[in-house]
T-cell receptor
Framework: SQQGEEDPQALSIQEGENATMNCSYK?????LQWYRQNSGRGLVHLIL?????REKHSGRLRVTLDTSKKSSSLLITASRAADTASYFC?????????????FGSGTRLSIRP | DTGVSQNPRHKITKRGQNVTFRCDPI?????LYWYRQTLGQGPEFLTY????????KSRLLSDRFSAERPKGSFSTLEIQRTEQGDSAMYLC???????????????FGNGTRLTVT
């Protein structure tokens, strides 16, 4: 079963707007990662946030983590056409299997010119 | 860093045939993962290795699937007696793991797309 579930499943916004995607997970984690996938390609790592961190920034990306709610969000500011892709959160499977990385079902982001 | 390489990129096979895919990870990475992805879904965990040891295999996998990583370098994923439901993108990823729960980012290959006719 999926550890993480993203919301919304699909998002379409105008270029220049901000895009926010959410991820919920089920078990305790050591860290949470966000990945991006362009159509027909492998996934590319965007950012990793550890369980003792609450917020992390990387360029136009901002990730938050709320371990009490078992949720994370990815914010992309000032979106560009090149940001069109699917975005996935990934977590380890909890203390019993901490090296196994499980992905959610993803958010498909479309940026309209 | 030459990246993760997967071969072949595409494979078309008839139902009932066996197929084998190869993954060459980034050379200094000790962890290697296999995932399966169908259209519109996230990658589904299949199995992973730390060096040459296969540490976990998904319960979703039937006995028709097997993976190896001899000498902790490249890995192969074999599917025996393929079924149409096996049609998917098979993704390989590697990472440098330093301990339990200390997960470094995964580096993915571009996948092998399997079509079973």
């Amino acid at each position: 079963s999926q550890q993480g579930e993203e919301d919304p499943q699909a998002l379409s916004i105008q270029e220049g707007e901000n895009a926010t995607m959410n991820c919920s997970y089920k078990t305790s984690i050591n860290n949470l990662q966000w990945y991006r996938q362009n159509s027909g390609r492998g996934l590319v790592h965007l950012i990793l946030i550890r369980s003792n961190e609450r917020e992390k920034h990387s360029g136009r990306l901002r990730v938050t983590l709320d371990t009490s709610k078992k949720s994370s969000s990815l914010l992309i500011t000032a979106s560009r056409a090149a940001d069109t892709a699917s975005y996935f959160c990934a977590t380890d499977a909890g203390y019993s299997s901490a090296s196994k990385i499980i992905f959610g079902s993803g958010t498909r982001l479309s940026i309209r010119p | 860093d030459t990246g993760v390489s997967q071969n072949p990129r595409h494979k078309i096979t008839k139902r009932g045939q066996n197929v084998t895919f190869r993954c060459d990870p980034i050379s200094e990475h000790n962890r290697l993962y296999w995932y399966r992805q169908t259209l519109g879904q996230g990658p589904e965990f299949l199995t992973y290795f730390q060096n040459e040891a296969q540490l976990e295999k998904s319960r979703l996998l039937s006995d028709r699937f097997s993976a190896e990583r001899p000498k902790g370098s490249f890995s192969t994923l074999e599917i025996q007696r393929t079924e149409q439901g096996d049609s998917a993108m098979y993704l390989c990823a590697s990472s440098r793991g330093t301990g339990t729960g200390d997960n470094s980012p995964l580096h993915f290959g571009n996948g092998t797309r399997l079509t079973v006719t």
